[in-house]
């Protein structure tokens, strides 16, 4: 008899976020996400960018702390994230994210850097005065400053000896190993020189000559060990400020939710937290106050701004049975909703889900310098210790071969490599800075050369995102004024964002007067009496004459909103409200054109109105597209992606934040809400759309530069490391000449504050 062996069941994995930390480049990554997927019953992917690793693993296997000292073990740090129970309170009140880990750890890594920094340069000023210029070189000056170099070396270079060491761990090699072997080699050479050479005796005096002496150990190069820490410091200090702000846009998303609700307990209203509510609550929700969670509305009848969810300016009409939105204003109706859904099934929530969702799935930016250095790092050292043996085996004797093999350490010392982009960075952010466009980091220069897609929201971005009244047709016997000014008097008493956009216009243009026996209509519009005669604005009543009639129906078509004024039960005329395109924006599309960009137009907006605006601005008819929610918006954007295109996106909006970060490049106007620009990579402060073209040129100009610097600091290594492995290079003629490499890189970068904006 024979047994059919039994399927083994599908094992259930459970999923973890852990934050990293003390990654300081992409092959960091790629050595956890290695150690983790090895632990059998684990599936693991860590992110650089985002300092992150999603983890999937068997929890009859291991456990999350288990994950967490396997990330220890490999040399970096790691803590639990919030899971998804968490998230749900987060989704309802955003209490419980305000202590991030993630920024609490970078704020503790800048802050020991600045410190690190501030003491380093201090007593790096003195080292170099008194080791570059004879005439302030005192009795002992030598001594001194040994001991001013020791803390800088010792307690300043920790952070790159700490990787340096984690790094050789592993096998592997980075700048940082090179920092490390650079200033330890210009150390230790010293100390020889000081304790066993001539460099100690009272007296001694160092100037600068060309050549190596081939007799003596009389110099020293402390001078080199204490300038490239500092500088290096300065760099990895402002790498860290830039690093992305990913947490922030949950942040910002989750506090635009309400705090509490005013529930029906017993015919009575209880004000209870919004992570209290229940499926079945029914909350009150007055005129100007959020809607708590989402809901279907049981009684009432209002307007509701849905802004924050779908963009558009014009507010949505609900009565009972309509479905509605936590965290959407009632702008004017008491509404009674009954909670739909709470936690982590709201839409705010599922919003949150799609930020981080996509802020995960960008790809980290695999560093130039990085790439180099696995190649660059152990050449170095081998052409090191090649020279070092030529010289030994052709009985140059040991302290030229020595000095031979010091001098291409220090020459290759990566200093102006460490600081060719934050040095370009900074000055290419500050000039952003002072033209109002704010660049969030070097990963953001990157995308902008790549860039050849540019996805632009409707409202508020190329349109000025408030409703304004743009015409009047009257009928045949009304005055165009006396309508404008008796429909201006009944929308005075309304709230509404259509009533206050004909109250600003016919403020504007005749005298409004007064009204009486206001009402609000539900579902029709507001009526009141002006002057002794009924006037109803709204939604027409019935057939209009052929001349409004075709004034109503136009409107509709160019994607506007046509309200009908009755006087008396009489349709006196219509009124077109619409959000007006701002006066740059058809400027903004041309010079985008220029840069190489296809323009597009994205909008929740119906069809006719995105089209229109289209059409005004020079986008073409194919590259539109209407009527999308959120989620469709990064669906979009990942339709162009996945199509080879590289995509920016701008908007302003909640309901822009998903793609903002799902695109290659997120651009957010500065009027915009904080979550649409903290899921940004730029930020446009001046809200006008021609700034997204000087923001693309701008960090294009900077990623030049950038490229430009590490080109300069890498062709000096060529240069001179041959002529020092040579044995024809002083060392203390290669650190000046490191020196000399890091101010002509910053020089080259303090040339982006002469960038100019093309409309300013």
């Known amino acids: 008899m024979t047994h059919t062996p039994q399927m083994q069941p599908a094992v259930d994995l459970v999923q973890v976020d852990l934050g990293v930390t003390g990654m300081t480049c992409t092959s960091c990554s790629a050595r956890v996400e290695r150690k983790l997927n090895k632990v059998e019953g684990v599936e693991a992917t860590v992110n650089f960018a985002t300092e992150s690793a999603s983890v999937s693993y068997d929890p009859a296997k291991i456990d999350p702390g288990s994950l967490i000292e396997v990330v220890r073990n490999a040399g970096y740090d790691a803590f639990e994230v919030a899971g998804e129970s968490a998230a749900e309170d987060a989704g309802i009140d955003g209490a419980s994210i305000s202590e991030d880990p993630h920024e609490a750890a970078r704020r503790r890594e800048a802050a020991d850097l600045k410190h690190r920094l501030t003491i380093s340069a201090l007593l790096t000023v003195p080292i170099v005065l008194l080791s570059m210029i004879p005439a302030l070189q005192f009795t002992n000056w030598q001594w001194a400053v040994l001991t001013m170099t020791t803390p800088v070396f010792f307690w300043g270079g920790a952070p790159f000896h700490r990787a340096t060491f984690v790094n050789l761990r592993h096998g592997s090699f980075t700048m940082d190993t090179l920092i490390t072997l650079g200033t330890s080699a210009a150390y230790l050479w010293s100390l020889w020189a000081l304790f066993l050479g001539n460099a100690g005796h009272p007296g001694m005096t160092m100037e600068m000559h060309l050549f190596p002496s081939d007799t003596t150990m009389d110099e020293i190069y402390l001078e080199t060990t204490a300038v490239v820490i500092t500088f290096l410091l300065l760099g990895r200090w402002f790498e860290t400020k830039a690093k992305g702000q990913s947490s922030e846009a949950l942040r910002a998303l989750l506090d635009m939710g309400a705090k509490d609700a005013a529930v029906l307990r017993d015919g009575r209203e209880v004000r209870v937290p919004v992570n209290r509510l229940q499926v079945g609550d029914v909350f009150v929700v007055r005129p100007g106050e959020k809607i708590a969670t989402d809901g279907t509305v049981v009684e009432g009848s209002s307007a509701v701004d849905e802004s924050m969810l779908t963009g558009e300016s014009v507010p949505v009409e609900v009565g009972a049975g309509s479905r509605v939105t936590g965290a959407t204003i009632n702008a004017s109706g ?80 990566p200093c102006a490599l460490g600081l060719a982009t934050p040095t370009a960075l900074l000055v290419g952010t500050g000039r952003g800075a002072q033209l109002g466009l704010l660049i969030k980091g070097p990963e ?58 004909v109250v600003r216009r016919a403020e504007q243009e005749v005298v409004v007067p007064e009204v009486s026996g206001f009402e609000n209509l539900a579902g029709r519009g507001v009526t009141g009496t002006v002057e002794g005669r009924t006037v109803l604005v709204g939604r027409p009543a019935g057939a209009l004459p052929g001349r409004l009639r075709e004034a109503f129906d136009q409107a509709q078509s160019r994607g506007a909103t046509p309200i009908v004024v009755s006087i008396d039960g009489a349709a006196a005329g219509v009124i077109t409200v619409r959000d007006t395109v701002k006066a740059t924006s058809a400027e903004a599309v041309a010079e985008l054109r220029k840069l190489g960009l296809t323009p597009m137009l994205l909008t929740g907006d119906n069809a006719g109105a995105a089209q229109a605006v289209a059409a005004e601005v020079g986008i073409g008819a194919d590259d539109v597209v209407a009527e999308v929610m959120p989620d469709d918006k990064v669906a979009v954007v990942e339709k162009l992606q996945q199509e080879g295109r590289v995509v920016a996106m701008v908007g302003d909006g909640v309901n822009d934040a998903a793609a903002l970060a799902q695109a290659d490049l997120g651009l957010a106007m500065g009027a915009g809400t904080d979550v649409a620009i903290e899921a940004s990579d730029i930020t446009l402060m001046n809200n006008d759309l021609r700034s997204a073209v000087d923001a693309i040129r701008l960090s294009r100009r900077t990623l030049g530069t950038i490229k430009g610097n590490l080109f300069w600091a890498f062709a000096y290594n060529v240069v001179l490391i041959p002529v020092a492995a040579l044995g024809l290079l002083n060392p203390m003629l ?17 040339r982006l504050r002469r960038f100019r904006s093309l409309h300013q």
């Open 334 to 413: 008491r509404l009674l909703i009954e909670v739909t859904r709470v936690g982590a099934d709201t839409t705010l929530a599922q919003m949150a889900r799609l930020v981080t969702d996509a802020q995960a799935k960008k790809a980290p930016v695999q560093r130039l310098v990085d790439r180099i250095s696995q190649v660059f790092v152990p050449t170095v050292i081998v052409v090191s210790l090649i020279t070092l043996g030529v010289h030994l085996a052709t009985g140059s004797g040991l302290a030229p071969a020595f000095t031979a093999a010091v001098a291409v350490l220090i020459i290759a010392c």
């Open 444 to 501: 953001v220069l990157e995308s902008t050369r790549r860039v050849d897609t540019i996805v632009m929201d409707k409202t508020g971005t190329v349109t000025e995102g408030v409703m304004s009244m743009t015409g009047i047709d009257a009928a045949d016997g009304f005055d165009p004024d006396d309508v404008l000014a008796k429909a201006a008097a009944v929308e005075a008493a309304s709230e509404h964002p259509i009533a206050r956009a």
């Open 734 to 750: 290669a650190g000046v000449a490191m020196a000399f490499s890091s101010v002509f890189v910053v020089s080259n970068s303090l």
